[in-house]
């Protein structure tokens, strides 16, 4: 079985630190994404990368950066914490040329 | 923007029957498309894939397509109460990367 493992099921921090989810997949996948879903709104991609040090912007990548310095790791980063970054964030991770996607069991955080 | 829409419900229907799911997409492009299931509290989960015109089957579910009506629909026969959840609908172009609906939320009555 794929196992995509986030660092954090729940997360309570102040507006204006800097946050750090990060998120293991075991399967040796290239793609790994970062969604966060809204109630109403779905999931919405905030970055993507397809390999180490590479990434992509999403459709709503502002207010957030990622590292990907080993295959298996790929970390979300919330520069300035601010209490509209109040989500669910999915990470997620794919073989290169597929689209088929395993999540992880998501990070509620909570920013106030 | 590629859209992908579902109509979000609540859908309800009793045990033993079939429930009917929806999804458009604006993107003609669209080369792949999935349905996940969502457990409240839990993270998306992949049932279905379908990549070619006309029908799927797995178990009780069907995933069927037609990209000259750009829609996509997954059918679940003999319903039962654990298939209550919000189904999303995704749909991946060449760049491999997925679009979500806003999801479609399912709930089976004993």
């Known amino acids: 079985d794929v196992k995509v493992t986030q660092s954090s099921r729940y997360l309570v921090k102040r507006t204006g630190e800097k946050v750090f989810l990060e998120c293991v997949q075991d399967?040796?996948?290239?793609?790994m994404f970062w969604y966060r879903q809204d109630p109403g709104l779905g999931l919405r991609l905030i970055y993507f990368?397809?390999?180490?040090?590479?990434?992509e912007k999403g459709d709503i990548p502002e207010g957030y950066s990622v590292s990907r310095e080993k295959k298996e790791r790929f970390s979300l980063i919330l520069e300035s914490a601010s209490t509209n970054q109040t989500s669910m964030y999915l990470c997620?991770?794919?073989?290169?040329?597929?689209?088929?996607?395993?999540f992880g069991q998501g990070t509620r955080l909570t920013v106030v | 923007q590629k859209e992908v829409e579902q109509n979000s419900g609540p859908l309800s229907v009793p045990e033993g029957a079939i429930a009917s799911l929806n999804c458009t997409y604006s993107?003609?492009?669209?080369?792949?498309f999935f349905w996940y299931r969502q457990y409240s509290g839990k993270s998306p989960e992949l049932i279905m894939f379908?990549?070619?015109?006309g029908d799927k089957e797995d178990g009780r579910f069907t995933a069927q397509l037609n990209k000259a009506s750009q829609y996509v629909s997954l059918l679940i026969r003999d319903s039962q109460p654990s298939d209550s959840a919000t189904y999303l609908c995704a749909v991946s172009g060449s760049a491999r990367q997925l679009t979500f609906g806003s999801g479609t939320q399912l709930t089976v009555l004993p």
């Open positions: 379908i990549y070619s015109n």
């Open positions: 997620a991770s794919s073989l290169i040329g597929l689209a088929e996607a395993f």
């Open positions: 990368s397809y390999d180490v040090k590479m990434k």
């Open positions: 399967m040796d996948h290239e793609n």
């Open positions: 993107d003609r492009g669209s080369q792949s």
